[in-house]
Every structure is written in C-alpha cells, then in structure tokens.
T-cell receptor, first 114, second 111 residues
Framework: DTEVTQTPKHLVMGMTNKKSLKCEQH?????MYWYKQKAKKPPELMFVYSYEKLSINESVPSRFSPECPNSSLLNLHLHALQPEDSALYLC?????????????FGSGTRLTVV | LAKTTQPISMDSYEGQEVNITCSHN???????ITWYQQFPSQGPRFIIQ???TKVTNEVASLFIPADRKSSTLSLPRVSLSDTAVYYC????????????FGGGTRVLVKP
C-alpha cells in the first residue's frame, strides 16, 4: 500500500458544527502532516506529527485540533469554523529521519463552511 | 528555510520539452531539492529529488549546477496530461521537518 487515504472527500459544515477529517497510511511512515490549500495558492503547512507527537503547530487557530491516535492515523477535528476556512485540506506522510525521500500526499478533503 | 522563486506560468505544446527553473539562493548544505506536480483538486505528487548534478527518472530530469543556487526541472515530450502546477521545494525531507511550498509554476500544455 503506497497511498495516503483521506476521508471524506467532500464536507459541507455549518459554523456551529463539529466534524472531523481522517487520514490513514499503511506505509510505515513515522511523520504525518496537515496542509491547507486555498484556490490557486500553494499548500500551507498547519501541523506536523513525528512519531505520533505534535512537533510543529504553525500558529493554527484552536478551532482546528489535530490528533494522532497511532502511527497510521491522523485526524483533524473541526469546531466553530468560519467561511474563510473553506479550503482543500491535505494530509501527507514521510519516512523516518535519515531517509530523505519526498512526502506522499492524499487527495484531500474539500471543505466548505456555510 | 530556503526561499524558492519560480516563474508563475509557462505555456508549451504537446511533444515539446518543458524546462522550469527554480531559484534558491540561500540553500543550506544539507538541503535537498524536490519537485512536486499537482493537478486541480488533488494532492501534490512527488516527481523527483536531487542534491547535486543531474538526476533522471522515468518522468523527468533535474539539473543542479555546482553552486546549487538554482535547479531546473526538465519534462521531456510533454502531453496534455502534463498540464499542472509544479512546485520546487528546498529543505530536508526527513520525517518531522517542515517543508514550505513556494508559489509554483502553472504549466499549460496546448495541442
């Protein structure tokens, strides 16, 4: 399995809703990432997990809450989002330190906040 | 983190070679250069990575001069399906490090 799987592919939520995005990989990668991408812009890093511990938080608002239950799973919990949070949310993974290979990205979750 | 500069867009025709140059003047000794391709509403896809000189795989070639302050991604004989955004990233792709995307280059391949 050489893929990063993200669910759901599309999500529409109201500003008072609570929802979660899920990301899964079975490549044995020990780092996982959340990126946010607005239309016609490059992906922006949100969070980095290394060996299941949060190692980087790029000053993301607390309405986004990441969770890494185990080495294969990464969740992004969403609460009280704003319409400007509508974007493509991308998950990625990469191999162990010392191995300088690229990231593997999922296809993303298209989030619309209404 | 090394900042990258790429052309915003490029047009080409089917069957031509496309060369995209990325400038990264403050690249660090340990940094690698990695290129990704992204289609609309999909995640970026790894194309090629290199440290110095030339790297070639089944998809592309990457040329890196001795000073490593720039790099050129070469796509041979492009087809319509190569229309995408191409990103140059500079850094260490090791687990847990953060890689920052630059603006990317929109390549449009015309028939």
């Amino acid at each position: 399995d050489t893929e990063v799987t993200q669910t759901p592919k599309h999500l529409v939520m109201g500003m008072t809703n609570k929802k979660s995005l899920k990301c899964e990989q079975h490549m044995g990668h020990r780092a996982m990432y959340w990126y946010k991408q607005k239309a016609k812009k490059p992906p922006e890093l949100m969070f980095v997990y290394s060996y299941e511990k949060l190692s980087i938080n790029e000053s993301v608002p607390s309405r986004f809450s990441p969770e890494c239950p185990n080495s294969s799973l990464l969740n992004l919990h969403l609460h009280a989002l704003q319409p400007e949070d509508s974007a493509l949310y991308l998950c990625a993974s990469s191999q162990d330190p010392g191995e300088n290979y690229g990231y593997t990205f999922g296809s993303g979750t298209r989030l619309t906040v209404v | 983190l090394a900042k990258t500069t790429q052309p915003i867009s490029m047009d080409s025709y089917e069957g031509q070679e496309v060369n995209i140059t990325c400038s990264h003047n403050n690249i660090a000794t340990n940094d690698y250069i990695t290129w990704y391709q992204q289609f609309p509403s999909q995640g970026p896809r790894f194309i090629i990575q290199g440290y110095k000189t030339k790297v070639t795989n089944e998809v592309a070639s990457l040329f890196i001069p001795a000073d490593r302050k720039s790099s050129t991604l070469s796509l041979p004989r492009v087809s319509l399906s190569d229309t995408a955004v191409y990103y140059c990233l500079v850094g260490v792709s090791a687990a847990g490090n953060k890689l920052t995307f630059g603006g990317g280059t929109r390549v449009l391949v015309k028939p």
